[in-house]
C-alpha cells in the first residue's frame, strides 16, 4: 500500500511539474539596435503562437552599473558613428578568445552581481541571448542551476566572429549555411546549429497587397520606386542623390525618403522643394516600414543584419554605401556575392548605380529573386517553434 501510494504521489509530482507554465527568458544589449529588434522578434513569435509560454524580455545592460552603461552604449554608438574605422580594427583585434578575457572580466564584475540572481529567481526552461555578452557571463557563473538551463545564441549578423562562440551554449540560430560554416570552423559542433534566418517581426512574412499600398501612400504604379533610409548622411546629400537621379530618368522615378530618427534632417526636408513633389514622399519615423518595401523596386539603406533580412524577407534588393567596418563588412560581401545588393563607394557611385540599374530591368528582377531566395520570413516562428519543442517535450 505505502508502495502504490509513493508511486500516485510521483505520478502527481510530475503531472503537476509538466503542467506549470514553461518560462523563456529572452535576453539582449543595447550595442546597436540589431539586437533589440531580434529579441522583440522572438518575443512577439512566442506571444503569438505560445501564448502560454512565460516570456521575460531584458536588456542585460539594465543589471550593469552606470559607468559600464555609459561606455557600454555612447562608447559604441560614438565610435561607429565617428571613428568606425577604429571599430573595425576592435572588431578584428578582438576575434580571438585570448584578446576577450580582460573586456569579459569587466563586463562581470559590472553586471553578474545582479544578473545571475535575476536568472535564478526566474528560473528560465531555456533562455535566447541576442548578444553573445549574456552568454559570457553565465558561462563564467559558478552556479550549476544557471549554467545547466538550455541556451541557446541568435546571429544576428551575415558573418561570425569567435565572440559568438562560447562553451556551456547549448545551439546557435544561423542567418544562413555560410554562418554555420564559420562557426563549425570555431570548434561549434554541427548539432548546435540551427540555420533559420535572423530573427525579424511577424508582419515581414505577411503578403502585403502591393496595389492596395500603393494607392495608400498615392505613387504612381507606372513609376519605379526607390526607397530611402536615413541615418547615413545630411540633406545636403540627400539632394544631391536625388537629383543626380533624376536629371538622367527625369519622370521615370518616385522617391520615399524615411528620414527615421533624424529630426533634423525631417524638418529640412518639410522646408525644401521635396515637399511640393508629387513624385518625393518624405516620412519621419515609421513603423509601417514593411509597406514602404512592399511598395518599392529598390533601397538605398544601411547594412545592419536586421534591415537586410527585412529586405530580403520582402525580396527587395539594395544599394548599399555607408558600411562600418567589421559585421556590415560581411553582411555587404554575403548579399553581394548572392546577387541580392550593389555596393556603391560613394555617393556620386550610388547615383550611377541606380540609374544603371533603371536601364537593365533584368538585372533587377534577377536581384529581386535572388533577395527572395535568401531571405528567411519566417525566421522568428522557425526559432520559437524549435525552442518550444526543447522545452514542452
Request: net charge positive; charged share 25%.
Amino acid at each position: 500500500m505505502l508502495v502504490i501510494l509513493l508511486i500516485l504521489m510521483q505520478v502527481l509530482f510530475l503531472k503537476r511539474k509538466n503542467e506549470m507554465p514553461k518560462k523563456v527568458l529572452i535576453v539582449y544589449a543595447t550595442g546597436g539596435m540589431g539586437h533589440v529588434k531580434a529579441a522583440k522578434a522572438v518575443e512577439e513569435a512566442f506571444r503569438a503562437k505560445y501564448p502560454q509560454v512565460e516570456i521575460e524580455n531584458v536588456d542585460i545592460i539594465n543589471f550593469a552599473n552606470k559607468f559600464y552603461k555609459w561606455f557600454f552604449v555612447d562608447g559604441y554608438n560614438f565610435i561607429s558613428a565617428y571613428i568606425p574605422n577604429f571599430w573595425g580594427w576592435l572588431y578584428q583585434k578582438f576575434d580571438k578568445k585570448s584578446s576577450q578575457k580582460f573586456p569579459s572580466f569587466l563586463s562581470r564584475l559590472a553586471i553578474s552581481g545582479r544578473f545571475i540572481p535575476f536568472v535564478l529567481e526566474f528560473k528560465p526552461d531555456f533562455i535566447v541571448s541576442t548578444h553573445p555578452l549574456p552568454m559570457i557571463l553565465i558561462s563564467y557563473s559558478k552556479t550549476k542551476e544557471v549554467i545547466d538551463i538550455l541556451s541557446s545564441i541568435v546571429v544576428t549578423d551575415f558573418g561570425c566572429h569567435s565572440f559568438w562562440v562560447d562553451p556551456e551554449v547549448n545551439f546557435y540560430f544561423t542567418a544562413t549555411e555560410d554562418v554555420a560554416k564559420c562557426l563549425r570552423g570555431y570548434g561549434v559542433s554541427n548539432e548546435k546549429i540551427v540555420v533559420c534566418g535572423i530573427p525579424i517581426e511577424l508582419k515581414f512574412a505577411q503578403n502585403s497587397d502591393r496595389q492596395a499600398l500603393t494607392k495608400k501612400f498615392n505613387l504612381d504604379p507606372k513609376l519605379f520606386t526607390l526607397l530611402i533610409v536615413g541615418g547615413q548622411f545630411d540633406f545636403a546629400a540627400l539632394e544631391m542623390i536625388i537629383s543626380g537621379i533624376k536629371k538622367k530618368q527625369g519622370n521615370k522615378i518616385q522617391f520615399l525618403v524615411v528620414a527615421g530618427r533624424d529630426a533634423k534632417l525631417k524638418e529640412n526636408l518639410d522646408k525644401s522643394d521635396f515637399a511640393k513633389n508629387s513624385h518625393v514622399k518624405t516620412f519621419g519615423f515609421v513603423d509601417n516600414m514593411d509597406e514602404l518595401m512592399t511598395v518599392s523596386d529598390l533601397i538605398f539603406s544601411k547594412a545592419g543584419g536586421l534591415t537586410v533580412s527585412e529586405c530580403l524577407a520582402k525580396g527587395l534588393p539594395l544599394v548599399i554605401n555607408k558600411v562600418i567596418p567589421g559585421q556590415e563588412e560581411d553582411n555587404v560581401e554575403y548579399l553581394v556575392s548572392k546577387g541580392a545588393a550593389i555596393k556603391a563607394n560613394d555617393f556620386f557611385g550610388i547615383i550611377a548605380a541606380v540609374n544603371q540599374l533603371l536601364g537593365q530591368p533584368e538585372k533587377i528582377s534577377n536581384m529581386k529573386k535572388a533577395a527572395k531566395i535568401i531571405g528567411k520570413p519566417n525566421s522568428a516562428t522557425t526559432l520559437a517553434d524549435f525552442v518550444y519543442k526543447r522545452i514542452s517535450g
